[in-house]
């Protein structure tokens, strides 16, 4: 086994999230939950985490999910606890094309359980004096547990206004969307309903941006619940 102490910096990635401070779109340094739990089980290799998950119905089924985490240390002792909460279906607004869209969170159980984890595990200290949760005007929802430092601005993109995607960007494109599992519907709607094109090749400008970045967060959440 390696003698290697466990480093959080050696497993950091880019995130941009919407700061309502700056009232722009910014890039964030982040800890994975699953990171977060390798670095805890690393300090606290006896201690335990207990998960409650009560789902919230509305009509026949499941509206939301309501999960609370409990981390106890060997001798039974409550040493934190986070709350974590997630809808079946939101609807979010996006600041950059300043219009809401629906989400449908099919793992959303799994999701308000990992947010309770890792915000229980911000409590003990792992990445608290960074997490986003205590930052005033920070919009969160997706966030599951703290980020680690160094916020930048989002580089503007070097594309002219009302240019094509390139064909390296619509090849991205056609790869984030096979890697989150997208029927050509799916596709195919989200194109029309956001972004009033019937492919691809016919965005303009900013909208090349707009979806990669939109598929990325879609990539990154979907990475996380799994």
Do not use: C
Request: net charge negative.
């Amino acid at each position: 086994m390696s003698s290697e102490k466990f480093n959080p910096k050696d497993h950091i990635i880019i995130i941009s999230k919407w700061d309502d401070r700056l009232k722009r779109v910014v890039n964030q340094n982040y800890l994975e939950a699953k990171w977060r739990l390798v670095w805890f089980r690393e300090d606290h290799p006896d201690w335990v985490i207990n998960t409650t998950i009560s789902l919230i119905k509305n009509g026949d089924g499941p509206f939301a999910s309501l999960a609370e985490a409990v981390i106890k240390d060997n001798q039974d002792v409550v040493k934190a606890n986070g709350w974590g909460y997630e809808e079946r279906i939101e609807e979010k607004y996006d600041p950059e094309l300043k219009k809401t869209k629906t989400v449908f969170n099919s793992k959303f159980v799994e999701k308000s359980e990992t947010t309770a984890i890792a915000r229980a595990l911000a409590q003990l200290g792992y990445g608290t004096q960074w997490a986003m949760e205590y930052e005033e005007g920070q919009v969160v929802e997706e966030i599951s547990d703290s980020p680690v430092p160094e916020t930048v601005e989002m580089e503007e993109s070097k594309e002219e206004s009302g240019n094509p995607p390139t064909e390296k960007q619509i090849n991205l494109i056609h790869s984030l969307v096979k890697g989150l599992g997208m029927s050509d519907e799916e596709y195919r709607n989200l194109l029309r309903t956001d972004f009033k094109v019937d492919s691809s090749k016919d965005l303009r400008g900013k909208q090349v941006q707009e979806l990669i970045d939109f598929l990325k967060e879609q990539s990154r959440i979907l990475k996380e619940q799994k």
